[in-house]
């Protein structure tokens, strides 16, 4: 089909105003003297992105492509994610919580940072790879009886048990800071919420932020392995990766029976990950400079917290933001969709690309 002189470029261009304007639940942008927009302010994560995004030496994020990019995913389904899954606990809905928390505790490192190799386990028949090889290690264990939801097991796991539980095709990285972790999250629960994390999430209101008491504002504070935060130039900036996805995936997973659901759901940004910013090079929305795209393509380890890395996940999370609201301008009001909406369509879609990404040894994701 040919487009018409009014072209679907010149359409979206049009637009362009619109799909920078504010969504229910977020500050107007700050407009800089170079008519760019800038971050809220009054939002816990992306107010904290703005000395990132306005001095940053090694990202550069184009807008023209978040509007080019925003013209056709604007006219795809976009569901919301259900995240039942065969890899989960089914039948109990306080098992199935406690599962997906376990689950978002250890959510990061999936691939050898020497041998460039990802983790990879055969389970129910098909081979499973990344963090889904690790939730059907975590799937096989629960099927055994292994008590791998209460606290006082966690609290006490041995190094032997992780390697047991997580036999795969390599050594799962990082295996000792994923002992480490169970270990603090086994004795909070264990501790305070009679070893069960679904008692934690029904003592507090259901809501990410309210001043101090939301769910995400509690996790972070009782757990600390959570807490997802870096220094850029003195600046604070703040991402929460692990801590926004998994109140992310309990709402998608019991909003509609009743269990969990939480009240703000459109304060949640996307999550900053290693695969995101591999669809934003992708679709030249972002950029990098020389040197920090040769390191990439090296494999070479790009500094946890430097300003490489923050920049990567700080633009991640600004140019998934901008391009949910253009993408929200071309769809009518009934179809608007959420940040972490279109995260899931750039994740589901990029996940498994042999294009590299950055490499970086954190916990945070």
């Not at 259901?206 to 003195?234: C, M, Q």
Request: hydrophobic share 40%.
């Amino acid at each position: 089909m040919v487009d018409s002189a009014f072209s679907r470029r010149r359409f979206v261009g049009a637009l362009s105003g619109a799909a920078l304007a504010p969504r229910a639940g977020f500050g107007r942008e700050a407009i800089t003297q170079s008519g760019a927009a800038t971050p809220p302010s009054d939002h816990p994560v992306f107010g904290t992105l703005t000395p990132v995004v306005t001095s940053a030496r090694h990202v550069r994020l184009d807008e023209d492509r978040i509007r080019d990019v925003a013209s056709f995913l604007a006219y795809e389904e976009l569901p919301w994610p259900d995240f039942r899954s065969p890899l989960q606990p089914d039948g109990n809905d306080a098992d199935a919580m406690d599962f997906i928390f376990l689950i978002s505790t250890i959510n990061f490192a999936f691939t050898d940072f020497e041998k460039h190799l990802m983790f990879k386990v055969d389970y129910a028949g098909a081979e499973r790879s990344d963090s889904d090889a690790m939730v059907a290690c975590l799937k096989r264990a629960f099927d055994r009886g292994v008590p791998i939801l209460e606290g006082g097991y966690l609290a006490e796991i041995q190094r032997s048990e992780l390697e047991e539980i997580f036999r795969g095709n390599i050594v799962m990285p990082m295996l000792d800071e994923r002992l480490s972790i169970f270990h603090e999250v086994g004795r909070v629960l264990k501790e305070r919420y009679q070893g069960r994390f679904h008692r934690f999430v029904h003592e507090r209101p259901h809501r990410l932020y309210d001043e101090g008491r939301g769910v995400l504002e509690r996790l972070v504070a009782e757990f600390p392995s959570f807490r997802d935060e870096s220094s850029y130039r003195g600046h604070r900036v703040s991402f929460q990766k692990r801590a926004q996805l998994l109140f992310w995936s309990l709402h998608a997973r019991f909003r509609e029976g009743g269990f969990f659901r939480l009240e703000d759901p459109e304060k949640l940004t996307v999550f900053a990950d290693y695969i995101v910013p591999v669809a934003l090079r992708l679709f030249r929305i972002t950029s990098y400079s020389e040197e920090l795209e040769k390191a990439i393509n090296r494999h070479q380890i790009l500094p946890a917290h430097g300003e490489e890395e923050v920049e990567i996940r700080a633009f991640t999370l600004w140019a998934m933001h901008l391009l949910t609201r253009a993408i929200n301008a071309l769809r009518p009001p009934d179809r608007q969709v959420i940040e972490p909406v279109v995260d899931g369509r750039i994740w589901t879609h990029y996940h498994t690309t042999h294009w590299p990404h950055h490499l970086t040894v954190t916990t945070a994701y």
